[in-house]
């Protein structure tokens, strides 16, 4: 078993250590050099204040109070037997006390400390020139205020650490509300389309049984799709190409008997990473509603440039958002294209079908040109 001292609370080295060791070597030099007290009864009182000195520093509770009043104790009997300004040395545990956990320790240590200037000023009075107590009447007032100080600056420090902590609980939140968006955008999108195609070839095997072996590829296909994408949330993927996703939604819907056509009429228009990212996962969205929900035959997509804007507008023929709860995906659709300073539109109060518009404004230099 190893026995750890603690010398001195690391929190504290970088802003009192040298303080604290200038105020005990400078202490001892003044008593050692004294000739007003026995050579056994200063090493007393030196030790009597070290041990003190450190109770009062790693303990806030009424430990602390103790440790301060023995140490005014000491430092009153040092003041009138030695010298009055030995009461300077109360700053060291004025500033100990403004760090306790009660603030009825604080006030006792307050108290404490104005009964020990004033013996000291009552028992010195003969002593003591004017212009010295002139001097030790805003000591005592400064001692008196320092632990109220110490006090509001450590609550301070302890309400700024309550708030990086919220802070931390509030990334971590929207961190799980972003992979569950993902997970939801990703996963939930292929494993909808390994259902279709599962439910497909169930109805070809009694059909047309020559027909289940390439819908099976494609089930193993998309499996291997569904891993890649776990992989990189994993990795944390920073970027999905628009372009591609549309090409990757067309042929899935397709693959549902869902007949898709796009109209891209900016093609040389140029995102960045993060508006083509969001853009491309709100695609996914749409067309995982669209295969779990529409019911749908065609489903058109159009791209367009107008009045600084970029416009991408997927519609479908299907039975509408009657039926369906407004459920995560519109939610996270909305989201992503706020973060984008853009909004969606969903519309299904048409005769048929639902309508997805997404806008987003283009940056200067990006529009092209006519």
């Not at 001892?28 to 030196?46: D, E, N, Q, R, Y």
Request: with cysteine.
């Amino acid at each position: 078993m190893v026995l750890v001292i603690k010398i001195y609370p690391r929190e504290q080295i970088k802003h009192y250590l040298i303080i604290d060791a200038a105020s005990v070597i400078f202490l001892f030099a003044l008593v050692l050099g004294s000739h007003s007290l026995p050579l056994a009864m200063k090493i007393t009182v030196l030790l009597l204040y070290l041990i003190a000195f450190y109770i009062a520093l790693w303990h806030r509770d009424w430990t602390l109070l103790t440790a301060s009043l023995v140490a005014f104790v000491l430092i009153t009997l040092l003041s009138i037997i030695v010298d009055p300004f030995m009461l300077i040395f109360g700053f060291t545990f004025a500033d100990l006390l403004g760090r306790a956990k009660s603030k009825w320790h604080i006030a006792c240590g307050i108290v404490a400390i104005a009964v020990m200037f004033l013996t000291v000023l009552y028992m010195t009075t003969d002593s003591l020139l004017p212009k010295e107590s002139q001097v030790l009447v805003p000591i005592m007032m400064f001692q008196l205020v320092l632990p109220i100080l110490i006090y509001f600056v450590e609550k301070s420090k302890n309400l700024q650490a309550e708030l990086a902590d919220v802070n931390t609980q509030l990334v971590q939140q929207e961190e799980r509300q972003r992979i569950a968006r993902d997970l939801h955008d990703t996963i939930g999108h292929t494993l909808t389309m390994i259902k279709v195609k599962t439910e497909l070839t169930t109805k070809l095997i009694d059909r047309d049984p020559s027909s289940v072996k390439p819908e099976l590829h494609d089930i193993l296909a998309t499996t291997r799709t569904a891993l890649k994408q776990v992989r990189e949330l994993v990795s944390d993927m920073n970027f999905i190409s628009l372009q591609t996703e549309l090409i990757h939604c067309q042929q899935l819907l397709q693959s549902a008997n869902i007949t898709t056509t796009l109209d891209n009429q900016c093609p040389q228009i140029v995102l960045s990473s993060v508006e083509e990212t969001m853009l491309a996962l709100c695609v996914r969205e749409t067309t995982t509603n669209i295969l779990k929900h529409s019911q749908a035959k065609k489903c058109h997509f159009t791209i367009q440039c107008c009045a600084g804007h970029y416009t991408l507008v997927m519609k479908d023929d299907g039975i509408g958002l009657q039926s369906q709860g407004r459920g995560n995906g519109i939610h996270s659709i909305k989201e992503r294209m706020h973060m984008l300073q853009g909004f969606a539109l969903i519309e299904s109060d048409t005769p048929v079908g639902t309508s997805v518009t997404l806008t987003l404004p283009i940056q200067d230099g990006k529009e092209p040109l006519r």
